[in-house]
């Protein structure tokens, strides 16, 4: 998916293709497929060509289901980031398919595409989307928290998307949030929001209220 790094590529070098993705390619398993890229991508350890593997391989097994349709959208992101502004071409396929998987099932991986969409719509440029824009994308990602708010990675896009935004005040709390569940992200997103906590200012977050001990 297109969130955190939108300018650039956070893999370590290493094999040029991963074992475990080859393994999944096998499955011809869209959703298998873009789960194993997110593995390695949250691990460190993707390689441009795992990302242009998994990009091929889901290509190549189209069905209009929403687990396939988010699985593009998340394999097309992710090789966006590797190509920077040689794959702004590719930013309007990212949101064909999230939108279009987002039609098929909106509750799909607890609204999984919705997250894709709106912080797509805050961080890249509106000049390559067709259907929304910044604010649209802020107004998704706010109706996820409202639908979803034991859903920490919920608050860690729409504290993206303000930061992004240069409105800072708003994105505090959700800090705050993930910061007290900070163990519920995975590693890639946990780097994320020390980089979003280090752009607000380091807020000053509430202590967890203790829990009262069982009877």
């Given at each position: 998916?297109?969130?955190?790094?939108?300018?650039?590529?956070?893999?370590?070098?290493?094999?040029?293709?991963?074992?475990?993705?080859?393994?999944?390619?096998?499955?011809?398993?869209?959703?298998?497929i873009?789960?194993?890229?997110?593995?390695?991508?949250?691990?460190?350890?993707?390689?441009?060509?795992?990302?242009?593997?998994?990009?091929?391989?889901?290509?190549?097994?189209?069905?209009?289901?929403?687990?396939?349709?988010?699985?593009?959208?998340v394999?097309?992101?992710?090789?966006?980031?590797?190509?920077?502004?040689?794959?702004?071409?590719?930013?309007?396929?990212?949101?064909?398919?999230?939108?279009?998987?987002?039609?098929?099932?909106?509750s799909?991986?607890?609204?999984?595409?919705t997250?894709?969409?709106?912080?797509?719509?805050?961080?890249?440029?509106?000049?390559?989307?067709?259907?929304?824009?910044?604010?649209?994308?802020?107004?998704?990602?706010?109706?996820?928290?409202?639908?979803?708010?034991?859903?920490?990675?919920?608050?860690?896009?729409?504290?993206?998307?303000?930061?992004?935004?240069?409105?800072?005040?708003?994105?505090?709390?959700?800090?705050?949030?993930?910061?007290?569940?900070?163990?519920?992200?995975?590693r890639?997103?946990?780097?994320?929001?020390?980089?979003?906590?280090?752009?607000?200012?380091?807020?000053?977050?509430?202590?967890?209220?203790?829990?009262?001990?069982?009877p």
């Amino acid at each position: 998916m297109l969130p955190a790094c939108w300018g650039g590529v956070t893999g370590a070098q290493g094999p040029a293709v991963n074992a475990s993705l080859k393994t999944a390619v096998a499955t011809k398993d869209a959703l298998v497929i873009a789960d194993a890229l997110e593995d390695l991508i949250a691990a460190g350890v993707d390689t441009p060509e795992d990302r242009q593997l998994a990009y091929a391989e889901v290509r190549a097994h189209a069905v209009d289901t929403a687990a396939y349709t988010y699985a593009r959208a998340v394999v097309t992101g992710r090789l966006v980031q590797l190509k920077g502004l040689l794959g702004a071409d590719m930013v309007g396929e990212v949101e064909h398919y999230a939108r279009r998987s987002r039609e098929l099932d909106p509750s799909f991986r607890s609204g999984a595409a919705t997250r894709m969409l709106g912080t797509l719509y805050v961080v890249a440029p509106a000049a390559l989307l067709r259907n929304g824009d910044s604010e649209t994308g802020l107004e998704l990602l706010e109706g996820l928290v409202q639908k979803d708010p034991d859903v920490i990675e919920n608050h860690l896009r729409v504290a993206e998307a303000y930061i992004a935004l240069g409105d800072v005040d708003p994105a505090k709390p959700h800090l705050c949030r993930c910061s007290a569940d900070r163990g519920k992200l995975r590693r890639d997103d946990q780097a994320l929001l020390a980089q979003l906590l280090k752009d607000a200012g380091n807020p000053t977050c509430p202590k967890p209220a203790a829990q009262a001990p069982s009877p």
